[in-house]
């Protein structure tokens, strides 16, 4: 099993930056691929960035159109999401989540991180 524990999330400005880290135990992250999601108060949660367990691949969902960056750091066990030009839009909850790489779907998931920000 793998334990997923977000952290970096707080209250920004518009147009700020965060970092947000996911720390895993219980496994190694090296043949996992990882994403983060999100869920907004009302709203469903949705998919933001994705990368590959290799770190060959990343994707992103439309709206973030080249403000975040995920990154993942087998040495550290720790994937993270840089998100630089922060909207209002962009408060939820970020959940971090992780998956075999031969697996559809996402079947480890954090507790999740608030990120707010201010207009």
């Known amino acids: 099993q793998v334990q997923l524990v977000e952290s970096g999330g707080g209250l920004v400005q518009a147009g700020g930056s965060l970092r947000l880290s996911c720390a895993a135990s219980?496994?190694?992250?090296?043949?996992?691929?990882m994403g983060w999601f999100r869920q907004a108060p009302g709203k469903e949660r949705e998919f933001v960035a994705g990368i590959r367990w290799n770190g060959g691949r990343t994707d992103y969902a439309d709206f973030v159109e080249g403000r975040f960056a995920i990154s993942k750091d087998n040495g550290k066990n720790t994937v993270y999401l840089q998100m630089n030009g922060l909207k209002p839009e962009d408060t939820a909850v970020y959940y971090c989540?992780?998956?075999?790489?031969?697996?559809?779907?996402?079947?480890?998931w954090g507790q999740g991180t608030q990120v707010t920000v201010s207009s």
């Open positions: 989540a992780g998956r075999r790489f031969t697996a559809l779907n996402y079947n480890y």
């Open positions: 219980g496994r190694s992250l090296i043949y996992l691929d």
